[in-house]
């Protein structure tokens, strides 16, 4: 249930979508007279698409969530590496039978880099199909021919193909793995992701080392108009609340202990 609430919820909420939706309701509005109620939601639809494509807000909104956990010194000997998936265009990759890579395949590349520096390293896909209406490959069933491809074989490959969010993600592959006391496994997703997937692996008893990748930010963003063009901006302020909206929403439903979880636990 809930992931049907959450997938709803957000396709409602996201920014491009929300300004639509005010549009109509705008529209509707003026159609039976009620003027200042379409203004209203004309308006606020303006705000939304300026603020989240013209200016910065979105970068500031990702740029704690990046900084929260520093990817620390490499360790000297790694028992096994977790990719989250949330690298590939699953759709196209349905179809086409490739890999092709989306904006956050550096967690497939670093992934591949990693698996090759430490050659004994189970590697673990964690990634099935998280669309409620788009259908689409999931990750775990499209690594294997990237990964192959870039040098790692297939019997250190182990695939989670069920879950559909975070929290599967981190209970699943705990399942699956059983990791030992004293090992040390890598968990590989994007930089904004990182605090949510933490606490999650920590929360399901699979202690790992976070390595975040895919940053998003500079690191020196502040506010300003136009940094950056606007369907970036779009892209960063739509992860952005995306990602906040699910650490108060898994924090409040008790899948992790802090709104906003930190190295220090």
């Known amino acids: 249930m809930f992931f049907y609430l959450s997938k709803i919820f957000w396709f409602f909420i996201q920014p491009l979508n929300l300004a639509i939706f005010l549009l109509l309701a705008g529209l509707l509005a003026a159609m039976i007279g009620r003027r200042r109620l379409a203004a209203t939601g004309g308006v606020l639809a303006f705000l939304i698409l300026a603020l989240s494509a013209w200016t910065s807000l979105g970068a500031m909104m990702l740029n704690p969530l990046e900084e929260r956990f520093a990817r620390p010194p490499l360790p000297e000997?790694?028992?096994?590496?977790?990719v989250l998936g949330g690298g590939f265009e699953g759709a196209i990759n349905l179809v086409r039978g490739g890999y092709e890579l989306n904006s956050g395949g550096d967690r497939m590349v670093e992934t591949a880099v990693l698996a090759r520096r430490f050659p004994t390293a189970?590697?673990?896909?964690?990634?099935?199909?998280?669309?409620?209406?788009?259908?689409?490959?999931?990750?775990?069933?499209?690594?294997?021919?990237?990964?192959?491809?870039?040098?790692?074989?297939?019997?250190?490959?182990?695939?989670?193909?069920?879950?559909?969010?975070?929290?599967?993600?981190a209970v699943f592959t705990k399942e699956l793995v059983t990791p030992k006391p004293g090992e040390t496994w890598l968990l590989v997703t994007s930089a904004f992701h990182m605090p949510r997937a933490k606490a999650l692996f920590d929360k399901a008893g699979f202690a790992t080392v976070p390595w975040p990748v895919d940053y998003r930010t500079s690191g020196k963003e502040g506010i300003g108009l136009f940094r950056d063009n606007p369907a970036d901006s779009l892209q960063a302020t739509t992860i952005a609340i995306r990602e906040w909206i699910g650490l108060t929403a898994y924090w409040l439903s008790g899948r992790i202990d802090q709104p906003f979880p930190s190295p220090g636990g």
């Not at 000997?77 to 977790?82: E, L, R, S």
């Open 77 to 82: 000997k790694v028992d096994g590496i977790v």
């Open 122 to 169: 189970k590697v673990i896909v964690s990634g099935g199909t998280g669309e409620l209406f788009l259908e689409g490959e999931g990750d775990a069933a499209t690594a294997p021919r990237l990964l192959t491809a870039l040098g790692v074989t297939a019997d250190r490959l182990i695939l989670e193909n069920k879950s559909r969010n975070t929290y599967e993600n």
